[in-house]
């Protein structure tokens, strides 16, 4: 199966990597863009019986490892 | 309008991050995981006529800010 993860800073934690690059584009003759968010997605194959052991365990590596859950929110995407 | 663009290095180049992340998840005891790769994610509002024209306003970003097409492959996602 193939996982999909996608990890954001939650909504309250600044985005200093989003601010600077609304900056850039701004700068570059794009002023109408707002609101820029800047995240990792981590994408990977793994094995598992079905989608929601997938699920189950996908949550429990972003838990431990993909994401900083103090400041960070993820989403979960398997595919078959 | 809402873009979402995801930014990964291009199959032929060594995704070094995706395989300190791969070596840590097999040492965390998921050993079946497999063809990591890390990528970024840029989302942002923007304003445009239509959706086609937004899509070429930020295919242009990225060509000129958001990826380095050298050694990075992008995909655009516009919804309303």
């Known amino acids: 199966m193939k996982a999909t993860v996608h990890v954001f800073l939650k909504a309250g934690v600044l985005d ?11 700068g570059l003759g794009w002023p109408d863009v707002s609101a820029v968010r800047v995240g990792r997605v981590i994408e990977f194959d793994l094995v598992a019986q079905d989608a929601a052991t997938a699920d189950a365990e ?7 490892l993909l994401a900083n859950t103090v400041i960070e929110s993820f989403r979960v995407e398997i595919t078959p």
């Open 58 to 64: 996908v949550e429990a590596m972003c838990d431990r």
């Open 16 to 26: 200093v990597q989003g601010k600077a690059v609304e900056s850039a584009l701004h």
